[in-house]
């Protein structure tokens, strides 16, 4: 697990937790929780900020006021808060298994995205703007493809925060697009929500059984989509084919296993479906550059 910028992640274990500065007062935070315990994590977060959290997977718990007060939040559903008056610093506690994407900004910029449409927007509006509000509210199937996108992105570190950036400034624009149109990708295919849960599903099969993962054949009779929509559908929610996303899966969790030093590079290349050390080695160099006991090496 990773402790990047000013967060504060307690009962440290397996999973992620990562925040990309986007602007000056504008940040991402992306938190997975792959562990089978409650993670906590803390940031300061004062009154000048407004907050969008993303709950992919899982669920999690906001927590306010001592203790005092809290806020739920579940899959497939968002949380909007901004209060003028009070600080609201972020107090987490990631269930197991739960991923989560929050967007956080000044009230500054993001008025300064609305400028000329506060009135659109109730909480901008003049009456509005010294009150305190929080709203609560589905996933749209549109944002879904997007926070799947920002979480299993596969491309080079010197454009990570250009994608990260023009897709959080799409991701706050659907949130807002209040039309009938709301819910229409580019794909009508992600329009049915039928059809991105059964994307979902496949994905977390893969995952599960990335040893012994099934051929897509196999995989979309279990799903009960043609082979042609599963591939379609997949590298439209993942932004890549089912099995070059397997293959970036797999390496990262081996990374992730290697880092405790707790596992030997046989036993890593086992657990994820590499029957001999040579085969894993040689898919190790080439997502990371570099073989497995010189990985471990430099992290020491």
């Known amino acids: 697990m990773k402790k990047e ?19 000056d007062g504008f940040f991402v935070l992306k938190l997975q929780n792959d562990e089978s315990s409650i993670q906590k994590v803390t940031r300061e977060i004062d009154s000048s900020f407004i907050q969008f959290h993303f709950c992919l997977k899982g669920s999690a718990k906001f927590i306010f ?43 500054r910029k993001f008025h300064s995205l609305f400028s000329s449409e506060a009135d659109y927007i109730p909480f901008l509006s003049a ?5 305190k509000y929080y709203a609560q ?16 992105y596969n491309l080079h570190p010197s454009i990570k925060t250009l994608y990260i950036k023009g897709k959080v400034y799409e991701l706050i624009s659907l949130y807002f697009n209040k039309s009938d149109d709301a819910d229409i990708e580019q794909c009508p295919f992600l329009v049915d929500e039928d059809n991105v849960r059964r994307i979902r599903q496949a994905k977390e099969i893969m995952i599960s059984r990335m040893a012994e993962p099934p051929t897509l054949a196999e ?18 929610i993942y932004g890549d084919s089912v099995y070059s996303f397997l293959f970036d899966y797999k390496m990262e969790y081996a990374r992730k296993m290697l880092e405790t030093g707790q ?3 046989n036993e890593v290349g086992l657990r994820v479906g590499y029957s001999t050390a040579s085969h894993f080695i040689s898919a190790f160099k080439k997502k990371y550059g570099t073989t497995p006991k010189k990985y471990v090496m430099s992290s020491n």
Do not use: C
Request: proline share 2%; glycine share 4%.
């Open 65 to 107: 006021n001592d203790n005092r007060y809290a806020l739920e939040v579940s899959e497939e559903n968002s949380l909007l808060l901004y209060n003028t008056q009070v600080d609201l610093p972020l107090n987490l506690e990631l269930n197991a298994n739960s991923w989560l994407v929050s967007v956080v900004m000044t009230i």
């Open 137 to 152: 509210e589905k996933v749209s199937p549109a944002i879904a493809v997007i926070l799947s996108q920002l979480i299993n």
């Open 263 to 265: 596992h030997n590079v």
């Open 127 to 131: 009456d509005n703007k010294e009150k």
């Open 5 to 23: 910028g000013l967060l504060d992640v307690k009962n440290v274990a397996q999973g992620s937790f990562q925040e990309v500065l986007i602007d």
């Open 219 to 236: 995989l979309s009779e279990e799903i009960g989509l043609s082979l042609k929509k599963l591939k379609e559908g997949f590298k439209q």
